[in-house]
């Protein structure tokens, strides 16, 4: 009885948590799409940029105009190709969502062609379509896979921003689990990550055989989870990736319980390649999930950075940072903004000291050691013989990461 009354009031103290940690974020959510956000708009093409996201969902299709996918789950994979078109108005980092209808091309993301493939035949054919773009050696696709609360419109945008910003040469797939894009829907959102774990896997079988000379793959927050265990899942299928196209897996404040992340890398065994892991201890928004877990310490969270590095990580400690958010949730962000700066400087704190772990900004790198030591295993080029340096495998980790912390605020918490 005491025991049910503990775990009552408990359940009590969450949701006041909740409501205390939701005020602010839905103070900030008044930009979200519209219900009508993926509305298909004509676009003069001279005057915007555009680009092509492919969608592997393990959400239902949504048969009102400008939705294409719920918040539901489905049993099976679905498809889609959207061609997404960017503001000339657009500023860095941010996402110029459509919030009224009709969008308007000048000053929103807006949709210019979207369709539905019924198989992973036709989802496979588009992907071959747009790695052809690319010259030989250099067909990359990238895999995000978004965290909870989110949309389906929220997560095309927010890869679209990435795509637009970073400038960098590959294919953006979209894999959209389903999230139902509410605060209270936590429990339905982390069942619903747990449930599309084999569709995942589905997904990051079909891009490596596309093709592609290189995949990789970046998850936030809960997205974390069904990505870790997908991973896992293959490791130990006995039907392995082939390292030699595997890029780096990059797991932004992942909202994974320490003790689970463990247990998955010891059943996983010896990684070929390290998780590129971003932290920060003050993530308030990890805090929350912390709380509703029972007090067990998040991986995004987890200041650990030696424990990690001896796990199998290579380390980006955001802690003594001083966000620009409120919940400390979008560090990663800032990250790519002083990308320029931390360049040079890390290169030359690793050259002076010779260490795995540096310190520069206030960012800790731990593990670097490990990105070289990954290289050599798969009997990949050494990428220093071409700049002369041992600060090229370090450029490669800060290369890695700030080419994907903008995928951090997809998500609320």
């Known amino acids: 009885m005491l025991r049910d009354a503990s775990r009552g009031m408990r359940r009590r103290f969450a949701w006041l948590f909740v409501a205390a940690l939701a005020a602010p974020v839905l103070a900030g959510c008044a930009s979200r799409p519209g219900d009508d956000a993926l509305s298909v708009i004509e676009v003069d093409t001279v005057s915007v940029s555009t680009h092509t996201i492919l969608v592997a969902s393990a959400r239902a299709r949504d048969p009102r105009p400008g939705v294409f996918y719920s918040g539901e789950r489905t049993p099976e994979l679905s498809f889609a190709k959207v061609e997404i078109s960017v503001p000339p108005t657009h500023k860095s980092g941010m996402v110029e969502a459509p919030t009224k209808s009709p969008p308007n091309p000048a000053t929103d993301m807006v949709v210019r062609e979207a369709v539905y493939r019924d198989t992973p035949a036709q989802f496979n054919a588009d992907l071959k379509s747009e790695l052809a773009k690319y010259p030989a050696g250099k067909r990359q696709a990238v895999i995000f896979v978004h965290g909870y609360n989110t949309l389906f419109s929220e997560a095309l945008y927010r890869l679209t921003q990435m795509a637009e910003d970073s400038k960098a040469p590959g294919v953006p797939v979209l894999f959209t689990w389903a999230s139902r894009g509410e605060i209270a829907d936590y429990v339905y959102d982390n069942n619903s990550a747990t449930a599309a774990r084999d569709r995942l896997e589905e997904t990051i079988r079909l891009v490596f055989a596309s093709g592609a000379d290189q995949v ?126 931390l360049r040079g400087m890390l290169a030359r704190a690793a050259q002076a000291s010779g260490a795995s772990s540096v310190e520069v900004a206030g960012i800790q790198f731990s593990g670097l050691d490990r990105m070289r030591a990954a290289q050599v295993v798969a009997g990949l080029p050494d990428a220093t013989q071409s700049s002369g340096g041992e600060a090229n495998d370090n450029d490669r980790v800060v290369d890695t990461a700030t080419s994907i912390v903008r995928a951090s605020a997809v998500a609320r918490p």
């Not at 927050?221 to 890029?247: C, D, F, H, Y």
């Not at 990684?271 to 201890?281: A, G, Q, Y």
């Not at 987890?302 to 919940?327: Q, R």
């Open 216 to 341: 990789t793959i970046v998850a936030h927050s809960m997205g974390n989870w069904v990505t870790v265990e997908a991973l896992r899942q293959i490791k130990i299928s006995g039907n392995p990736l082939p390292l030699s196209k595997l890029g780096n897996i990059v797991l932004a404040a992942p909202d994974i319980d320490v003790d689970v992340f463990k247990s998955q890398l010891k059943r996983m065994g010896k990684l070929p390649k390290p998780f590129i892991v971003i932290v920060s201890r003050d993530d308030k928004a990890l805090a929350f999930s912390n709380f509703i877990a029972g007090d067990k310490p998040r991986l995004g969270a987890y200041t650990h950075d030696t424990e990690l590095v001896e796990l199998g990580a290579v380390v980006i400690d955001m802690s003594n940072v001083k966000s620009t958010d409120g919940f400390n949730h979008a560090k990663f962000a800032q990250l790519a903004e002083m990308a320029p700066q």
